[in-house]
């Protein structure tokens, strides 16, 4: 028979659950803009009320034989469990049981350990330190197709295509006007040889995107025999240059090696194919009407993949096309609801891509998808495809990169035995993805080898003095009832004000946030929006935080007339340094102690690149080698998002982390409190999009497009979740919240920045 208490605990765990559960049902019918979502919510509050006061009762229990005022609180709490229909059931179970407990239900918090010994710290930093390289060898070989596929980079100068503009292409010549640079990436097969060329494919990231995001259909292509090159637009990644002409730069890129006969002999001029996603999609396009010349002899580019972009603007250039096609566009695209009308819905420009072909309209009434149109031996050849993935993943999507895999194939003529299924592109991911992971272990555990010396030792205090929970914690319904209201209403406004103030962004920063301006205020265009967000919900952190503490004092003095003093403890984390000593000199070491934690990273992300190729990234989350471009654009923005950074880490050390919990508890709920609203901007978005074929964010405030600060959601809620973890380990550390929130910051700031796009003029 089951303990009275156990059942009580389980009850109050199921309400927990139903709570969130209830949340849950709240946002989707947010999303569905069905008012029932206020019941919903309010349906979360009592389930969260009930646990509380059941785990409550359960505390107080010492026997079977409940005081008069619990028994009737129980029974309250009954009733209330009809919205939680396993804790009513576990509640009349332990309302009728009989047997004794002896138990209490809350356990105190121990001791916090003592801090690992300067010999393990430093062999888990070597270890991390070689497993990074490690793991980088590894997913060299997978990029490398094991040594088969040279990869290298080159930098596309101004002075470069000057001097390869020798011989028009097709009437035209493509020089760049700036004086700057392309960052390109070359993969050469090792059977590409002046003796037998090969062919060649240009591929384009997306907006916000790099060329290492693209590395997957580089890594396949390459794989079968065909040279690659791909390079990073104007604006983003190491590119310097700070516009858009040039079909995004690849109009050059192409002109230099297509008039360089000198340095790509292995590359056969008749077979170059060309591919781009969402933005690169309408670049590529631009490209193969640009040097199609007057038939499918004369086209430079003779095989041509658009992927995710079907723009009026590009389609308009499918009658100047010569060259055979393939248009793919993801059946769960979210900018799809931007393409409603007669002249600009999917199946417009789709017909419009089978029927406008080397300049003569044909016949073709419907569509049929993964269906070949046409004859590949003119240039005719039409294929359209619509994958079940989204827009931000169709890139990484195994279906899609099979689909382009057999368009090239066959279009480029390519010998080989392999399915456009036989992939091998995910063993790159998932080793720089772990390589990421022993990137970090390795600044941590540095940082800890760190404080063992005699330098930073000093600015250390007594680690269980500062992180020890204070000897008897508050466990009264209505600590709960606060500690609890705050991290959901936090988490709330967080959800709700993120597109709000990513429309409000295009205003405050007008300058930033076009794309034919370029400046050094505030120029990365999509941050701008994380940066507003990041500085307004840091700052109602703090307020909630002090608010929070201010009113939990008073109610203790005024209302429970406690004679206890105040408890000071909370914020011992929060003085910068305690040790002995200068105190400026102490919080400059503490500071440093940060910039030398951000320089170990990046310097690791810089060796890591120099020798193996690799940086550190699992697709949309990434870590790439520094540039002067990046560095200027972080510095302006780290400071102001630093106070969402110190927010949470006085958060999750100040208040979670002295509720009396065992560590993982903490870690967990300061990691879910820090991303579970935009989660939930998510949750809304897709559920409204599943449902209705609209975004629920899409257009905003004055008709504005916001959908794609949708798409920045993905990577941030990661890292949103992994920094409470990093803020809580490195406070352990040092003592004080400071040096882990202002390392987190720049670290995860410049991991943003490298992975967008930045309008400054350098």
């Known amino acids: 028979m089951y303990k009275k208490g156990k059942l009580l605990k389980a009850s109050a765990t199921w309400s927990y659950v139903l709570s969130f559960i209830w949340m849950v049902a709240a946002a989707c019918a947010f999303a569905l803009s069905n008012k029932a979502y206020w019941m919903f919510f309010i349906h979360s509050l009592i389930c969260l009320y009930n646990g509380f006061e059941i785990d409550a009762i359960k505390r107080r229990m010492t026997n079977v034989l409940l005081e008069a005022k619990d028994r009737l609180l129980l029974i309250l709490c009954t009733i209330l469990s009809v919205f939680s229909p396993v804790s009513l059931v576990l509640n009349l179970m332990a309302m009728a049981t009989n047997e004794d407990d002896g138990t209490r239900l809350v356990k105190g918090a121990g001791e916090v350990s003592a801090s690992e010994g300067k010999g393990k710290v430093l062999r888990v930093m070597v270890i991390s330190l070689i497993m990074v390289f490690v793991f980088g060898f590894a997913a060299k070989c997978f990029e490398t197709s094991f040594f088969k596929v040279k990869v290298s980079d080159f930098t596309l100068t101004q002075a470069m295509t000057h001097y390869y503009n020798n011989g028009e292409i097709n009437g035209k010549q493509f020089v760049m006007e700036n004086d700057s640079s392309y960052a390109v990436t070359m993969y050469v097969p090792k059977s ?3 003796a037998n060329p090969a062919p060649a494919v240009f591929v384009l990231p997306g907006f916000t995107r790099t060329k290492a995001t693209m590395a997957q259909y580089c890594i396949e292509l390459s794989r079968r025999g065909m040279v690659v090159f791909c390079l990073d637009p104007g604006g983003q990644g190491a590119t310097t240059e700070t516009s858009t002409k040039g079909a995004n730069g690849v109009e050059y890129l192409v002109q230099y090696v297509y008039n360089n006969t000198d340095d790509f002999k292995f ?21 193969a009407a640009d040097m199609a010349g007057t038939s499918y002899k004369e086209s430079i580019v003779k095989a041509l993949y658009i992927s995710g972009y079907i723009k009026v603007s590009s389609a308009n250039k499918y ?3 010569h060259c055979n096609a393939a248009l793919s566009y993801a059946y ?4 799809a609801f931007r393409y409603q009308t007669d002249t600009s819905s999917l199946e417009v420009v789709s017909l419009r891509f089978l029927n406008e072909v080397n300049g003569v309209t044909g016949n073709h009434d419907r569509l049929i998808y993964d269906y070949g149109y046409g004859d590949m031996a003119d240039g005719s050849y039409r294929i ?3 994958e079940r993935i989204n827009h931000c993943f ?5 279906e899609s990169i099979a689909n382009t895999i057999d368009f090239f194939n066959e279009a480029l003529e390519v ?16 080793c720089n993805g772990l390589a990421l992971v022993c990137a970090f272990t390795f600044v941590i555990s540095l940082v800890a080898v760190l404080m063992k ?4 030792a000093v600015i250390r205090r007594d680690q269980a003095k500062v992180m020890a929970a204070p000897a008897s914690v508050d466990q009264s319904v209505s600590h709960k009832v606060i500690f609890w209201s705050t991290m959901i209403l936090t988490a709330i406004i967080a959800c709700l004000d993120y597109i709000p103030l990513a429309n409000l962004s295009i205003n405050i920063f007008p300058t930033g946030n076009s794309s034919s301006v370029f400046t050094f205020v505030f120029p990365a265009r999509m941050i701008n929006a994380i940066l507003l967000w990041a500085v307004i919900n840091g700052s109602i952190g703090l307020v909630l935080f002090f608010g929070v503490t201010l009113v939990e004092a008073l109610w203790e003095k005024a209302v429970r007339k406690s004679s206890e003093p105040f408890d000071w403890g909370k914020f011992k984390a929060i003085k910068i340094c305690g040790g002995e000593g200068n105190a400026f000199v102490n919080t400059l070491k503490a500071l440093l102690l940060s910039v030398i934690m951000f320089c170990a990273f990046y310097l690791l992300v810089f060796v890591s690149y120099k020798l193996l190729h690799q940086d550190f990234r699992f697709m949309l989350i990434s870590a790439a080698p520094i540039n002067a471009r990046m560095f200027v654009t972080a510095i302006e923005y780290i400071p102001l998002i630093f106070i969402f950074y110190i927010s949470n880490s006085i958060r999750v050390n100040c208040s979670i982390g002295r509720e009396g919990w065992k560590e993982w508890k903490v870690l967990l709920v300061g990691a879910l409190a820090n991303s579970l609203g935009l989660a939930f901007i998510l949750l809304i978005n897709y559920v409204c999009f599943f449902k209705t074929g609209s975004p629920f964010y899409g257009y905003w405030g004055n008709g504005t497009e916001v959908w794609l600060y949708i798409n920045m959601v993905f990577a941030l809620v990661v890292m949103m979740f992994i920094l409470p973890i990093f803020n809580r380990l490195l406070c352990r550390i040092t003592g004080n919240v400071w040096t882990g929130a202002l390392g987190c910051c720049m670290i995860f700031i410049m991991m943003t920045i490298s992975a967008s796009v930045s309008y400054i003029p350098m």
């Open 192 to 194: 590409a040889t002046e």
């Open 267 to 287: 590359i056969d001029k008749d077979r170059i194919g060309a591919i781009g996603h969402s933005a690169g999609g309408g670049n590529v396009c631009t490209l």
């Open 319 to 321: 009658k100047n096309l």
């Open 332 to 335: 769960y695209d979210e900018g």
């Open 384 to 386: 359209l495809h619509r």
């Open 394 to 398: 169709q890139m990484y999507h195994k």
């Open 415 to 430: 010998d080989t035995d392999l399915d456009g299924y036989n992939q091998r592109w995910f063993g790159k991911e998932l």
């Open 453 to 456: 010396l005699p330098f930073f």
